[in-house]
């Protein structure tokens, strides 16, 4: 259990923690913690629950994932992945379906991680996850479409379809007050991305339209004439739970334990790039795991690294557990002492933050790229993204997982013997020789959403310590969107943090189509590709010479 349970902040206590450090860390926190305010309280009304619900998840399950977490920088919390899965259960089950599901995702989670699957679900296909991403982007975007337009509807259907219909028949009934604030508040918010300040333009949009409403007297709905007063304290409940029915929720269980457990990691994965460090996968599933036990007594929902927020934190400094702690403490603050105004919050104003954050999470650009990939990512992110949108999340995982599964047995089956025939009768060459800078690495085999991660990081650790880099490729009979998307990864990760020169051997034509359409090719520069390995070894060579003169 020790060698697979190893928080990051107990092993950072025992190294030790530099004062600057922990004022670095300190102020990180805090300006999470301001941004993490209207993200909570809009997840959390989107899911179809009162607003301190996602106050009380960002405090609990926040102070949590830092304190166990297997991340140095990881900030957990609600996020907009489980919306549409959580609105479903609450209008299917009720807040007592809610708690027991999410319980049973939690101990999911630390199964997955005893079982140390941390690995595996790094795996998922890249065009998998863009497809269900992109796909939840457009359900959050239609939920916010009546708070938005301020149209009168007592209860919105929840089919996709059904949905929009309803919205046509009302568009007769727009409150153009409440469309002008969320307008302004889109407005505002794109305004401080765009000046890069870091003061959170959600947070600046939520202070002042609310203020301005209030004054102005304008008539939209808010949080309190929608959900009433929100309490500034923690109620502990044990949900009601009915044997027979305990089936119901395992499917529900699975899809938040999944899900929660493919965005922590890949938002782990992205801040190791931001940091250059390491995360403890596994470490990270279980005190995910731990999280969505406990939060759910306290009136909490599943919580799970959040992506923007974790950047954020990296942003302004924060290196070590402490950030995120202090991150939830904030918020704990803020709940406590300033709760009570959160209620004059216009229901169109979030709505306004709820869709930028559906426009960040759509991942247009990597939909558009995987579009000109190969036929078998388009299948998978086209199948994936749809029955996200018209069918079920739960379904569209499935479908999605299983559909990568045989897609990729059918395009390995159709590779034939010729693959195996080109690799017995090469000759092993002898890299003795070579200088000490001058490294080479081969790649054997499909670069696929099953090996690009690991042939990523060994291209990683190569490119640091290497002047020059040969990447042999002769053997690689194909790429898919994951594939490009770590190799990409990888080679702007090199040439931001080292001086290292990538040449690429042996590259088929098909493979070298994909790198072309992807832009990997303007990354490494088409001076630096060769058909044979004599030819890429002279210029490695000729480039290695020149950089140690």
């Known amino acids: 259990m020790n060698s697979i349970f190893k928080p990051k902040f107990f092993s950072l206590l025992k190294t030790g923690i530099s004062k600057k450090q922990i004022t670095a860390d300190i102020f990180a926190g805090i300006v999470v913690g301001i941004v993490a305010i209207p993200l909570a309280i809009a997840f959390a009304v989107a899911s179809g629950v009162s607003p301190e619900k996602g106050l009380i998840t960002a405090v609990i399950a926040g102070f949590l994932i830092s304190l166990l977490g297997g991340s140095r920088v990881q900030i957990g919390g609600p996020t907009g992945a489980f919306i549409i899965i959580l609105y ?15 319980v049973m995702a939690g101990i999911i989670l630390i199964l997955f991680g005893l079982l140390k699957l941390g690995s595996l679900l790094k795996y998922f296909p890249h065009s998998l996850v863009v497809g269900f991403t992109s796909g939840i982007a457009v359900v959050i975007f239609s939920t916010q479409v009546k708070d938005a337009l301020g ?35 889109i407005f505002i918010i794109l305004l401080f991305t765009k000046l890069k ?11 002042a339209i609310t203020i301005f409403v209030q004054i102005a007297d304008l008539p939209v709905t808010t949080i309190e004439s929608f959900f009433g007063n929100i309490p500034a304290h923690f109620n502990f409940t044990i949900p ?14 699975i899809t938040i334990a999944i899900l929660g457990g493919i ?20 470490t990270e599933l279980i005190a995910q795991g731990i ?7 306290f009136g909490g929902i599943p919580a799970t690294g959040a992506i923007a927020r974790t950047a954020t934190n990296v942003k302004n400094g924060g290196r070590t557990p402490i950030a995120g702690m202090i991150h939830a403490t904030t918020l704990l603050l803020i709940m406590l002492f300033f709760g009570q105004w959160a209620k004059l919050i216009p229901m ?22 995987i579009l000109h990939s190969s036929s078998f990512d388009i299948i998978i992110l086209l199948s994936t993204f749809l029955l996200t949108i ?66 990523a990081k060994v291209i990683k650790d190569l490119g640091f310590t290497s002047k020059v880099l040969i990447v042999r490729m002769r053997h690689v009979p194909f790429v898919d969107a994951t594939g490009i998307h770590n190799f990409l990864e990888v080679l702007e990760s090199l040439k931001e943090t080292s001086d290292v020169s990538i040449v690429l051997s042996g590259v088929r034509p098909q493979v070298l189509t994909e790198l072309e359409k992807n832009g990997i090719i303007n990354t490494i520069n088409k001076d630096n590709i060769f058909d044979t390995f004599k030819a890429a070894l002279n210029h490695a060579t000729k480039l290695y010479e020149t950089k140690t003169s």
């Not at 919105?156 to 604030?181: E, R």
């Not at 999280?291 to 007594?297: K, L």
């Not at 426009?359 to 939909?367: D, Q, T, V």
């Open 348 to 369: 169109s104003v979030l709505a306004g933050v709820l869709i930028i954050v559906a426009y960040n999470m759509s991942e247009w650009r990597s939909f558009k790229s």
């Open 390 to 455: 018209f069918v079920d999340l739960t379904i569209a995982i499935e479908v999605g997982v299983v559909l990568s599964a045989l897609l990729f047995m059918r395009r390995m089956s159709n590779l034939g013997a010729n693959l195996a025939d080109d690799i017995d009768s090469d000759l092993l060459e002898d890299y003795s020789d070579l200088p000490k800078g001058l490294s080479i690495y081969e790649i054997s085999g499909p670069l696929f959403f099953a090996s690009a991660k690991q042939y």
């Open 240 to 253: 009601h739970f009915e044997i027979d029915k305990f089936s119901l929720y395992i499917a529900p269980a």
């Open 291 to 297: 999280a969505n036990i406990v939060v759910p007594f």
């Open 88 to 102: 479903g259960i609450v209008e299917k089950y009720g807040m007592d379906g809610l708690v027991i599901s999410s």
């Open 263 to 282: 965005e922590s990691l890949l938002s782990a994965v992205v801040s190791d790039g931001m940091i250059s460090g390491n995360h403890r996968s596994n």
């Open 151 to 185: 149209l009168e509807i007592d209860k919105v259907p929840s089919g996709f379809i059904d949905k929009w219909q309803l919205f046509y028949q009302h568009l007769n009934h727009i409150n153009y007050n409440a469309l002008s604030v969320t307008l302004v508040t």
């Open 197 to 207: 300040t870091k003061i959170p333009g959600s947070f600046v949009a939520i202070i």
